[in-house]
């Protein structure tokens, strides 16, 4: 463990001093001073329909490894989590289909957690140096990550996220990064209370120069559920987002759950023109069954965003 720990420092200081690096550049690659946004894209049907809010919340665990790994042991599974996702993303600017899915594996007081998720965007034409087109190519990009969680007393939870993130510009210009997440989550009864940074980051493409980084901010979160009887409830999550470059971001969403089979969820994200995702709403449907979640989001109030959809399936034990 000694080892274990050390490693983890070394990494973390190493990171640190790269993202101090990086945000010494005067070149910002788009509006958010980011080169891969699809790193803060929310992978999980169910906070998607919370416009992302769900910092907080352990009710999805196979999500964690994209952004808070400290929720595995503290979420109500008893050892497996999974879950599969395809998105439609932009559909009326620059079509994207997205698949991605996540698992978790919770042991006592450990959890650990794995995603991965594919970006394909629309195909462009290629031309050779004669003008002549010689074929077509899709952009994509790709996230692998990897979390691990573990308790620490008996409310308070810390995690730890590793992504590699890579993207294709075209056919002979693909860039890497590497990043580092670190999170805590606290919670008691019918609250929960989280705080981290996300996309600490050590480029694997230096001839892309400094500014060519992940997405690096401090995120905050909090989630309250209400009881409204013996099988309904309503919760409440407020997300928050600070990012390098001033950026700001912040989202709420409410989930009404009937039964304890139907989960009807709406929320609105506020961002500013440096956030990464910009302002939108969301609404959604969620229908539980032994352990069988499926559950489908809708974005709109976004002439990016609009008519964006998910759908996911999941199921945990």
Not at 171 to 185: D, E, M, P, V
Not at 196 to 214: C, M
Request: charged share 15%; net charge negative; proline share 4%.
């Amino acid at each position: 463990m000694r080892h274990i720990h050390r490693t983890l420092t070394l990494l973390v200081l190493i990171l640190l001093q790269t993202g101090r690096m990086n945000a010494q550049g005067d070149v910002p690659i788009d509006g958010s001073g980011s080169a891969y946004p699809a790193a803060r894209m929310v992978r999980d049907p169910g906070a998607s329909a919370l416009a992302g809010a769900g910092f907080a919340a352990g009710d999805n665990p196979a999500w964690a490894a994209f952004r808070n790994a400290a929720a595995v042991p503290l979420s109500g599974i008893q050892r497996l989590d999974a879950a599969l996702c395809y998105q439609s993303w932009m559909p009326e600017i620059d079509p994207a289909t997205n698949l991605q899915g996540g698992l978790a594996l919770r042991f006592d007081h450990l959890g650990l957690s794995l995603g991965f998720a594919r970006q394909g965007y629309g195909a462009y034409d290629v031309y050779n140096a004669a003008g002549s087109r010689t074929g077509s190519f899709s952009p994509s990009d790709l996230q692998l990550s990897l979390g691990m969680g573990s308790m620490v007393g008996d409310h308070l939870s810390m995690g730890v996220q590793l992504s590699l993130l890579s993207t294709s510009l075209d056919a002979s210009t693909t860039y890497s990064a590497l990043s580092l997440g670190l999170s805590a989550l606290w919670q008691k009864d019918a609250l929960s209370l989280a705080a981290g940074v996300s996309h600490l980051g050590l480029s694997l493409s230096p001839e892309a120069g400094d500014d060519f980084r992940p997405p690096l901010s401090l995120d905050l979160g909090s989630c309250y559920t209400l009881p409204l009887g013996e099988r309904h409830s309503l919760q409440g999550r407020l997300d928050g987002s600070v990012y390098e470059n001033g950026g700001l971001s912040a989202c709420a969403g409410l989930d009404l759950a009937l039964w304890q089979l139907l989960d009807l969820r709406a929320g609105y994200r506020l961002s500013d023109t440096k956030a990464i995702l910009p302002s939108h709403a969301a609404a959604g449907l969620g229908i539980r069954f032994k352990g069988i979640r499926l559950e489908g989001s809708w974005l709109f109030a976004s002439d990016i965003l609009k008519n964006s959809w998910s759908v996911g399936l999941a199921y945990g034990f």
